[in-house]
T-cell receptor
Framework: DVKVTQSSRYLVKRTGEKVFLECVQD?????MFWYRQDPGLGLRLIYF???????EKGDIPEGYSVSREKKERFSLILESASTNQTSMYLC?????????FGQGTRLTVV | QKEVEQNSGPLSVPEGAIASLNCTYS??????FFWYRQYSGKSPELIMF????GDKEDGRFTAQLNKASQYVSLLIRDSQPSDSATYLC?????????????FGAGTRLAVHP
């Protein structure tokens, strides 16, 4: 059974904190993605990675960075959390066909 | 122009009817097309994917692709209340040597008894 696991289901952080969201997949997929989902806006691509140590900006990378030191793990970093980063964050991985999603992390920045 | 566009809905259909969901995309180099279903509070799950022009059927679901018109659709036959969800269209293609996956904003479908 394929699995994409995100480290937290719910997270509350303070403004200005550095926040790490972790994602691990067990399918040996090359591609991994971070999206945020907000009502009415759908899934917006923040960053993606197509190989270890390789990353590309998506549509809304400002305020975020990523790290992929191992093939199975893709981390999203909020350098200095702000209230407008309150959202649902979804990680996905894919090989040559469809993407599989983690359960999502609902992040609230107060 | 957004890369992948969908009507946000809600699309309301009676139980047993055909629901038709539409999606257009801007990148002519796109190669793979996906339909995901997302229930409220849950992660998206894949319903179908299609790569070639024409129709692809899987049970009550039919995906249709027209690359010339940059249009992909999903038909749900015999709609059930359990089909009520948001349907996300996603498009990918190998651009610059990597596989970028872009989603539309989703169409909310409501099937009423």
């Amino acid at each position: 059974d394929v699995k994409v696991t995100q480290s937290s289901r719910y997270l509350v952080k303070r403004t200005g904190e550095k926040v790490f969201l972790e994602c691990v997949q067990d399918m040996d997929h090359e591609n991994m993605f971070w999206y945020r989902q907000d009502p009415g806006l759908g899934l917006r691509l923040i960053y993606f990675s197509y190989d270890v140590k390789m990353k590309e900006k998506g549509d809304i990378p400002e305020g975020y960075s990523v790290s992929r030191e191992k093939k199975e793990r893709f981390s999203l970093i909020l350098e200095s959390a702000s209230t407008n980063q309150t959202s649902m964050y979804l990680c996905a991985s894919s090989g040559t066909t469809e993407a599989f999603f983690g359960q999502g992390t609902r992040l609230t920045v107060v | 122009q957004k890369e992948v566009e969908q009507n946000s809905g809600p699309l309301s259909v009676p139980e047993g009817a055909i629901a038709s969901l539409n999606c257009t995309y801007s990148d002519r180099g796109s190669q793979s097309f996906f339909w995901y279903r997302q229930y409220s509070g849950k992660s998206p799950e894949l319903i179908m994917f299609i790569y070639s022009n024409g129709d692809k059927e899987d049970g009550r679901f039919t995906a249709q692709l027209n690359k010339a018109s940059q249009y992909v659709s999903l038909l749900i036959r015999d709609s059930q209340p359990s089909d009520s969800a948001t349907y996300l269209c996603a498009v990918s293609g190998f651009s610059g040597g990597y596989n970028k996956l872009i989603f539309g904003a989703g169409t909310r479908l409501a099937v009423h008894p």
